[in-house]
Structures are given as structure tokens and as C-alpha cells.
T-cell receptor, first 110, second 112 residues
Framework: DGGITQSPKYLFRKEGQNVTLSCEQN?????MYWYRQDPGQGLRLIYY???????QKGDIAEGYSVSREKKESFPLTVTSAQKNPTAFYLC?????????FGQGTRLTVV | GENVEQHPSTLSVQEGDSAVIKCTYS??????FPWYKQELGKRPQLIID?????GEKKDQRIAVTLNKTAKHFSLHITETQPEDSAVYFC???????????FGSGTRLQVQP
């Protein structure tokens, strides 16, 4: 089954805890992205990567970190510095600008 | 960077009517404009897109128009059906950072 896979689907974080969201793709796409979606709002860009071992901050990178050690993988860590992390997180990969999304991870702070 | 404005934020139509959603963008260098449909709790799904070398594209009941001079593009859905009810997002491809910038979304409700 080809595509882009995010895990877990639901994630609960305690105050002050770091958590990592997984994103894997087997589409052989060079570009990968992380977006955050809050209720009733659009998608905001957190981080993006055009190639392995390189990534850039998006519009709301504070409190997040990423790595891109393999072409297939682009994990996102939500650190304790992110004060309001409850949201729906979407990973995407892209070829020639067309983006394909994973099914999302819903993160809730408890 | 790119900025995308989307209107209206909510739209209610009767089944069978047409629906139009409009977006404007700020960066004249943007060259790719997709539209996504998102159902509650699901991932956005690409429904149609247009590149800057064409002015209109149609796929069955869905069409997109692009006016590069005015920097706006629109989604047109004809003969709406209840299953068209969802949130629709427009986006523009920021050629500088090579990433999509999204509008804030339109919640479309089709009344049976």
C-alpha cells in the first residue's frame, strides 16, 4: 500500500513532556512538510524539507524540532517549549508542488 | 512570503445549486493552485488544481478559474449534493520556499 503514513493517530502529552510524531512515505518524494491545524482554521506550516539532511523553519516553528536522516522519514518532535500543542498535525510529501497528506495525528495535552 | 485569503468562511446552499469559493494570493511568482476537500477528522484530499499557464480547468461538476493579473482563483461546484458538504481549502505554491500556503478554509453545507 503506497502513500504517506503518520503514527500514532491519537497522542496524549503531559505538561512538560516531549513527544515525537512519526511520518513515513514510500512515494520517493524529495519534499516533506509538517502542518498544524487548529479547530476551524487552515493549515499552518511548521517545518519543511526539500532534501535529505536539510530542513527549514516554516511560519510557526517555535517549540518544534525535526530531522531528515532518510528520504522516507520526517519525524516531528513537539517539545515542552510549545505551550499550546493541542492540535491536528498533518504531514505531507510533494512532487512538482502537488502535496499528498498523511491521515494526521491528533495531539492532546492532558 | 505568500499570503492567501479565502472567502467566504461558511457557505450554505440548497442541493442542486452552485457554490463558489474565492481566494486571492499575494506573490505573483506563485505558479500552482490546488483545492482540497477535508471531511471532519480526515486528511485533506486534492480535488482539483490549476497551474499558472492555464486560466480554467474542469473536472465533471468541479471547475477552477485563475486570474493571474488580479491574483485570484475560484472554485466552482455545480449541481451540489449533500456529500459535497465539507471544508474546502485553497492553496498557493510559494516558489521561494517551495511549499504550499493555505487559505483559512470554507465550510460548505449543502442542504437536502
Amino acid at each position: 500500500d503506497g502513500g504517506i503514513t503518520q503514527s500514532p493517530k491519537y497522542l496524549f502529552r503531559k505538561e512538560g513532556q516531549n513527544v515525537t510524531l512519526s511520518c513515513e512515505q514510500n512515494l520517493n518524494h524529495d519534499a516533506m512538510y509538517w502542518y498544524r491545524q487548529d479547530p476551524g482554521q487552515g493549515l499552518r506550516l511548521i517545518y519543511y524539507s526539500q532534501i535529505v539532511n536539510d530542513f527549514q523553519k516554516g511560519d510557526i516553528a517555535e517549540g518544534y524540532s525535526v530531522s531528515r536522516e532518510k528520504k522516507e522519514s520526517f519525524p516531528l518532535t513537539v517539545t515542552s517549549a510549545q505551550k499550546n500543542p493541542t492540535a491536528f498535525y498533518l504531514c505531507a510529501s510533494s512532487i512538482e508542488a502537488e502535496a499528498f497528506f498523511g491521515q494526521g495525528t491528533r495531539l492532546t495535552v492532558v | 512570503g505568500e499570503n492567501v485569503e479565502q472567502h467566504p468562511s461558511t457557505l450554505s446552499v440548497q442541493e442542486g445549486d452552485s457554490a463558489v469559493i474565492k481566494c486571492t494570493y499575494s506573490d505573483s511568482a506563485s505558479n500552482y493552485f490546488p483545492w482540497y476537500k477535508q471531511e471532519l477528522g480526515k486528511r485533506p484530499q486534492l480535488i482539483i488544481d490549476i497551474r499558472s499557464n492555464v486560466g480554467e480547468k474542469k473536472d465533471q461538476r468541479i471547475a477552477v478559474t485563475l486570474n493571474k493579473t488580479a491574483k485570484h482563483f475560484s472554485l466552482h461546484i455545480t449541481e451540489t449534493q449533500p456529500e459535497d458538504s465539507a471544508v474546502y481549502f485553497c492553496a498557493a505554491f510559494d516558489t521561494g520556499r517551495r511549499a504550499l500556503t493555505f487559505g483559512s478554509g470554507t465550510r460548505l453545507q449543502v442542504q437536502p
